[in-house]
């Protein structure tokens, strides 16, 4: 079975730096934490990118939701109600919401 290479046009960008960050990057690249400055800057940009994405909320209903959190912290076994919210697309004040009544009917626990 032959590999399928993905091609994709990849942009280049020009920017400047004062030479206080140049050298604070090569002294990473130096130390093998980057391949070398564009590593850095790709991954720069990657980290920025993914900090400012917009978390989008799907519109279901109540009984839908609940059921949905539920399933979350069933797989994941514990997790943070805004990380539920956003890996699921809800709105995290409901998702707090549908977290206390879990917790009151006694189906989600609390850990320390």
Do not use: C
Not at 36 to 51: K, T
Not at 55 to 62: G, L, M, N
């Amino acid at each position: 079975m032959q590999l399928q290479k993905i091609k994709y046009r990849a942009k280049t960008v020009g920017t400047k730096l004062t030479p206080t960050e140049y050298a604070q990057i090569e002294e990473l690249v130096k130390n093998g934490v980057y391949l070398g400055v564009s590593d850095f800057i790709r991954h720069a940009v990657r980290e920025e990118l993914e900090s400012l994405k917009v978390i989008k909320t799907r519109d279901v209903d109540y009984s839908q939701a609940k059921k949905e959190v539920l399933s979350y912290f069933e797989q994941f076994g514990e997790a943070y109600p805004s990380d539920s919210a956003n890996d699921l697309g809800l709105d995290l004040e409901l998702v707090h919401k549908i977290v206390l009544e879990l917790k009151k009917e006694g189906r989600l626990g609390v850990t320390q």
